[in-house]
């Protein structure tokens, strides 16, 4: 199983998701935003980072990057792809993902353990969780302000497109608390806090168990081979 | 040459941190004649040549596709030397 990790300039989280990929036992393969190839992977992590600074939007100039001809072919052809932070940003920006990201509500940049609700454990990214099951990874993002009009957020929590929900404190005024969608058929997850910062016991969150032993993202990439060892 | 300018705003019913917090620092120096402030950006597109139709067509197509993003932003004005289009 080869999962394809792409860099863009600027992407500052792209050798962690290889690096989470390895721990959850797949091969990570490192691809480039300026290449048309996606080397044949099986699955598409698109990093966090700043890409292009955030300049004009945050993933707006990356959303246009070469490769992403071949990441919005890939997706709608059925390829599991995930986007963490500024790579949810590119999906959104892309239009793989509906809504939008602004600027935190109360102007600051944070960095903190989150914990989260999985509200749909039927994605290629999640399906290794349960629904309804609370997570803790970290989140830092100056700008994850989800927001979508009331019909396309109506649509998203109507059909199950809520992936995962902010639990205790909503840090960055996100419609509806969400934290994380998928689009309808399950194959492309976005979300802000970033699961391949808790793949190895030692390096996550504190649990109650022990400091940085949480490695709740780890399940994440574990769906991903999951769901394509199922087809 | 003659330059295109294209302005970009935040929705309306959006929240706009960055303006707030703009009108947070002028509430603090004393300056209470202003209620709110809002933040858009301005892209000046200097030609190389002539402004036709078909170049202010493209520009819209920009403006609306890549310039801003409707999900969160609307285009207010495009402009050519100064003057509406």
Known sequence: ?231 | MPIIVVEVMPKAELLDPQGKAVAGALHRLGKDQFSAVRIGKRFELTVDGTVDDALLAEVRTLADEMFSNSVIEDVVSITVDGEAR
């Open chain 1, 1 to 231: 199983m080869r999962i394809g990790v792409v860099t863009f300039p600027g992407s500052l989280d792209d050798r962690d998701a290889q690096r989470a990929v390895r721990l959850a036992g797949a091969k990570p393969v490192a691809l480039w935003h300026g290449d048309h190839d996606l080397q044949g992977v099986d699955a598409i992590v698109l990093p966090g980072g700043f890409s292009y600074g955030d300049y004009l939007r945050c993933g707006a100039i990356a959303a246009h990057s070469p490769i992403m001809a071949e990441v919005v072919s890939a997706a709608n052809a059925g390829t599991p792809v995930l986007g963490i932070c500024n790579g949810f940003q590119i999906l959104v920006e892309s239009h793989l993902l509906p809504g939008g990201l602004i600027r935190n509500d109360h102007g600051d940049f944070i960095c903190r353990d989150q914990r989260l609700r999985v509200e749909n454990a039927d994605t290629a990214w999640t399906n290794a969780f349960t629904a309804g099951q609370e997570i803790t990874i970290p989140l830092k993002n100056g700008e994850g302000g989800f927001i979508a009009d009331a019909e396309t957020l109506a649509r998203l929590e109507g059909e199950g497109q809520v992936a995962f929900r902010y639990l205790d404190v909503n840090p960055n005024g996100s419609a509806n608390d969400i934290a994380g969608i998928t689009n309808a058929r399950g194959n492309v997850v976005g979300l802000m806090p970033h699961p391949e910062h808790a793949t190895e016991a030692g390096f996550g969150p504190d649990t109650a168990a022990a400091m940085r032993s949480g490695i709740d993202g780890l399940a994440f990439f574990t769906s991903a081979i999951r769901a394509l060892a199922a087809v």
